[in-house]
């Protein structure tokens, strides 16, 4: 079973920018959709971008226009780009498999704040 570490995180001013990192213990070429999800407090995990085997992409409206996914299946690595970011995106942001989620790793906390 595949396991996921993401990094990237951090304190970021509201209109500023952030690249996550999601890091495979395994190969991630066979799994068909890689997805980065967020859970802020007190709500439930939602899943905000996905990207399939073909690095086609699909965004919750929310993000769309200022997230980016993007998958290096060599480095075993997803990113996430988040451009123009804004308080209400303040989460524990974490990674995994789509259709065969693995456990959940520890996430990495983005906090929007001025």
């Known amino acids: 079973q595949v396991l996921f570490v993401e990094s990237g995180g951090g304190l970021v001013q509201p209109g500023g920018s952030l690249r996550l990192s999601c890091k495979a213990s395994?190969?991630?070429?066979?799994?068909?959709?890689m997805g980065w999800y967020r859970q802020a407090p007190g709500k439930q995990r939602e899943l905000v971008a996905h990207?399939?085997?073909?690095?086609?992409?699909n965004y919750v409206d929310s993000v769309k226009g200022r997230f980016t996914i993007s998958r290096d299946n060599a480095k075993r690595a997803v990113y996430l780009q988040m451009n123009s970011l804004k308080p209400e995106d303040t989460a524990v942001y974490s990674c995994?498999?789509?259709?065969?989620?693995?456990?959940w790793g520890q996430g990495t906390q983005v906090t929007v704040s001025s």
């Open positions: 995994n498999s789509v259709y065969s989620p693995s456990p």
């Open positions: 990207i399939d085997s073909a690095s086609s992409t």
């Open positions: 395994g190969s991630i070429f066979s799994i068909a959709a």
